[in-house]
């Protein structure tokens, strides 16, 4: 493809031909191959455009009514319409909704709610937690003192299949830790958290409870996975998975809590907000309020427990025995010993199908091979997929890996992948275009 017809960006094409056609490949990979990360989705136009705005050339610190610069009339506009926008989808009383990502709305309620040294109790990484929820990796680690639950044993019994967390073990360490905080929530966890037993365990030992909604928040705002707002103290959340709005963090919390958390944020952690991203968080928190989105977060899960139901007929164990969310977690194991993580997301990749490699509970192999794959369904049911192209999906899936020596094999898969893909196109404008220029 050459720089003049690769890209719908026209306006300027001429200033920055390469930018303009990484653009243009980069609208193309996502177009043609199978989105299948679980904490990606494709936003609408809508908040594309907002993103792309001028708006990001204002500064902006401090909030609305209170900035530390000029000229922030309508910025505070802005603000203020995506805070209400955020409260009102979430039946919140109070939202920041000026967090770069989850990991600072994470930090923000932590610097907030707790003294360096503290203690959290929070989830396991290697059993599904997050990085800033007390990873030796991670800063959270260094500066407060976390204490970590898992989940239960696997069961062989298709009713109760286990590897869910494990409450009991929530609350005894509770109990002998004396958390200040404890956090629910996952990035690799396929059933439903229930927030009723954290706060129940909580209130026992007089902790706070926050609830990092970063992979739910969409499935909640869309009614099909239970709130914890006004159960928790905080929920956090990003605003780019399952809510399928711009790449950023967000956070809800009560009343009481707002001059802490705000304060935390700005000037506690980051400087000037994204307000151009902020523009766009409000398109996606009046989207997210609509019906339309309340039948997609229904197919999102929809669509994982076909997923899930046509991955296990081919052979594939699920970690928890299946799903309740949009993601499916695949143990590679017993389909094939010798396969890891790592080689399988490889081979997907080669055959247009994108997806990650993940630990599994308890896994013989290191982070960075793991014995696991993550698998999500939010990105291409925004793109139309329903649970028969799971279904292809999943046997797509199952024959690149077990042809994965064989090249034509894989090349056969890709070609059917971009068939697949050109039925549901996840953004017809924009490549109609890129072809328009061609
Ligand atoms: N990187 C995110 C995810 O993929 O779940 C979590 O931060």
């Not at 494709?42 to 455009?49: G, M």
């Not at 959340?237 to 009560?254: D, N, Q, S, Y």
């Not at 398109?283 to 019906?291: G, I, L, N, S």
């Not at 990749?349 to 999500?376: E, H, K, M, Q, V």
Request: aromatic share 6%; glycine share 10%; hydrophobic share 40%.
């Amino acid at each position: 493809m050459s720089p003049e017809n690769a890209t719908p960006f026209d306006g300027w094409l001429e200033e920055d031909p390469e930018v303009a056609r990484l653009l243009g490949e980069e609208l193309d990979r996502q177009s043609t191959t199978l989105q299948l990360i679980a904490s990606e989705n494709f936003t609408s136009p809508a908040v594309l455009a907002a993103s792309g705005s001028v708006l990001t050339n204002k500064y902006a610190e401090g909030y609305p009514g209170r900035r530390y610069y000029g000229g922030n009339q309508i910025i505070d506009e802005v603000e203020d319409l995506a805070r209400e926008r955020a409260k009102s989808l979430f039946g919140a009383e109070h939202a920041n909704v000026q967090p770069h990502a989850g990991a600072n709305a994470n930090l923000g309620v932590y610097q907030a709610l707790l003294e360096p040294g503290d203690t959290v109790l929070a989830m396991r990484l290697d059993h599904g937690g997050h990085l800033t929820h007390g990873s030796p990796a991670s800063i959270t680690s260094k500066v407060w003192h976390f204490v970590s639950y898992g989940l239960t044993g696997a069961s062989e019994d298709p009713d109760t299949p286990g590897e869910v967390i494990d409450l009991d073990q929530v609350a005894h360490l509770a109990k002998t830790e004396r958390p200040k905080l404890i956090v629910a929530g996952a990035t690799a966890y396929a059933r439903t958290i229930d927030p009723v037993p954290f706060r129940e365990i909580a209130d026992e030992v007089g902790a706070y409870f926050m609830f990092d909604g970063a992979h739910p928040a969409g499935l909640i705002a869309g009614g099909v996975h239970p709130s914890p707002v006004g159960i928790a103290d905080v929920m956090t959340f990003t605003t780019h998975k399952t809510l399928r709005g711009p790449r950023g963090g967000a956070i809800v919390c009560r009343a009481d809590l707002a001059k802490r958390i705000d304060s935390a944020i700005f000037p506690g952690l980051q400087g000037g907000p994204l307000e151009h991203v902020v523009a766009a968080k409000a398109v996606a928190f009046a989207e997210a309020a609509t019906p339309d989105f309340r039948r997609y977060a229904a197919q999102v899960v929809a669509n994982a427990k076909a997923l899930a139901t046509s991955l296990k007929a081919a052979g594939f164990r699920l970690v928890s025995g299946g799903t309740d969310n949009h993601m499916v977690l695949v143990d590679l194991r017993p389909f094939d010993a010798e396969l890891t993580g790592k080689e399988a997301q490889e081979v997907l990749d080669r055959a247009g199908i994108t997806c990650n490699r993940n630990t599994i509970p308890d896994d013989p192999r290191s982070a960075f091979i793991t014995s696991g794959l993550r698998l999500g369904t939010p990105a291409e049911t925004t793109a139309g997929m329903g649970t028969a192209e799971m279904a292809t999906i999943a046997e797509l899936i199952s024959r690149t890996l077990s042809q994965r020596s064989d090249e034509s094999a894989i090349a056969a898969v890709r070609a059917e992948v971009a068939e697949l893909c050109a039925a549901f196109p996840p953004y017809p404008s924009l490549m109609a275009g890129a072809a328009g220029r061609g």
